[in-house]
């Protein structure tokens, strides 16, 4: 009966998604130069997503094979269903993104209303959002019914403990679902890097050239970057940050299948009941579909209402009302879930506050993902003072403006892992590890709510860039670039949920591992003894992997964006008409060269979270993998906050100059120096710290699905 609960909540999604679609299509996409644009940022996006969707496929069926083969055969078509949800939301918002860009233009020129213009940007951003959260539960779904009647007979013999709850085997199931996270995985890591790859080098070689060295505004049509830049917004900030957020929130939801699975093992029938450990397995699922019809509700009440001209009041209020509604409705649910069993029971798998136990560690979560993000706001924000400093800065030059931007970017780890910290301890102490995964899953139980915010921001961007290429007048251009600059604030919140929630998904995963062990007739030692010295050199080189990993990415974009610099310098120089705009730009040059950089760069940082725990498991065993997982969790936790949080700050810092700040504006030395910071921070923002909260979770996935082979068959045991 749950189960088709969670499929209404899809139904319900799917169907606001679709109305948002048509609504925001049906919309005039402005005049015949708007069109023009547009169809050539949407022709440029759809080229790229069609190749990079190739190299995924091949590099999918290689996993597919590898899983079928060494593992079994459903945990392979586990992971296919999961690319396929994840690559299907990466489109479909990405598809909606290049339709909702110019007719948000549109809507600023002929409306003039700020509030008019910030509805259609989030009824777009709304799209990408629903099918985040309608397609990870869809696919979920799908792995409950087809694999839920197999599992009795497909049970592998050796297992220590035989169960059934629709025909599920406890373990398998656990292998099975672990293989549908990683499908999510690998597709949003793809997304993420290539996508990041293809944006700032589009975006840093515009900028460097166009505005530091031509003088000319940002998304000028003479700059031949320009298109190639808007593009870029689509394909990583669109497509890559709805694979991200809902590769996070299946990682949560996984981890706490898992988690139930393997604990029904570790402690035997005698503690725990079979009952028991199907409502623990089921009650996260449809904990994340509730929080979805919240999300619907929140949405469309934006849409509906009439919209004041405060942009960020008015996406506040939207994310407030889903995060609200989801406790609310969450915890009625819970009690009326848990009410019938024993407290001796409830006590034993952990929930020390009775049948409201788990609901309680996921409002902890849901209060300490409002409290990061608040956090990042306070950073990222111009309203604020850190960001305001890094602005005073660029008066000075550019070397102070990168340094306190390093500054603040360094600063602003130290609370929010604070707050993870006390999540971590409050939420253990009240329903023990299986209330750490669902403080992971309150974050992100309003995901689509918070994804349609962070969407609308790179759709005004977007916007911003047409209006600049149609010359329309100067105040529409202004009414984009205040939504654009509250999007950059909402990205950073968004991009705090997003690496708290895989802390807390990653530290479940991670137990999941352990406990992996006993079902495969390893000792269960890691975490009684971690100091361990295999332990601790799996530690130390997966501190590492993160640093290794941040400067390929960094690396792949320089490569890129050097490229498109050559590029556009070599157009200005050939063809002096370009400046003066007697001769047009040749745009298609720099879209192939953004997508020929990406492709080529994305596969060996994409492909490291895979090999790394593999290759260190088939070579040290459990043991290593173990310790590579806690280090490279906790190194890249705070280095995701530091890039996604200084990236935010310089480029704010930028348009807060650009607003005319201090009486500097555009085109001074005092901008320049912030241009020039605000490029530093662009790989870092936007391809860097997004796909650490993705690297931590693939690697600890793959370990979970891995082990059962390494744990046994690794070259330290046979010497």
Known sequence: MLTYVVFAAVAIAFLAAIYNYYSVKR????????????DAIQEGANAFIA???KIIALVALIVFAALAIVVDWYVGVAFVIGAIMSATAGYVGMKIATIANVRVSNEARTTQSLGKTLKVA??????MGLSVGAFALLGLGIVFLVFGTLMNQMAP?????KSNWMGINFVPFAMTVSGYALGCSLIAMFNRVGGGIYTKAADMGADLVGKTEAHIPEDDPRNPATIADNVGDNVGDVAGLGSDLLESFVGAIVASIALACYNFVILGSDVISTQMINKLMIYPVVFAAIGLVACVIGIMYLIWKKVSDKPHMELNMSTWVSAGLTVAFTGIFTWLYFRGMAREELANVGFALGALSPWIAAVIGIVSGIAIGAIAEYYTSYDFEPTRKIARSSIEGTALTITEGLGVGMKSTLYPVLILGAAIIASHKIADIYGVTMAAIGMLSFVAATVSVDTYGPIADNAGGISEMSELKPEVRQITDKLDSVGNTTAAIGKGFAIG????AALS???????????HGESFELSLNVIKPLTLAGAAVGASLPYYFSGML???????ARAMVKEVRHQFE?????LTGEEKPNYKECIEISSAGALKEMKFPALIAIIAPLLSGFIFGPDFVGGLLIGTTLSAIMLALFTANAGGAWDNAKKLIESGFSGHEKGSATHEAAVIGDTVGDPLKDTVGPSLDILIKIMATVSLIGVSIFGKYNLFNLF
Do not use: W
């Open 27 to 38: 919309k005039d996409p402005g005049t015949e130069r708007m069109k023009e644009i547009a």
């Open 51 to 53: 190749h990079e969707y």
């Open 122 to 127: 989030f009824q777009g951003g709304s799209v």
């Open 157 to 161: 013999e050796n297992l220590i403990i």
């Open 501 to 504: 929630s895989a802390a807390l």
């Open 509 to 519: 995963l991670l137990a999941s591992f352990l406990h992996s062990q006993v079902t």
């Open 554 to 560: 960094i690396d792949a974009v320089s490569k890129a």
């Open 574 to 578: 050939k063809f002096p008409g370009i």
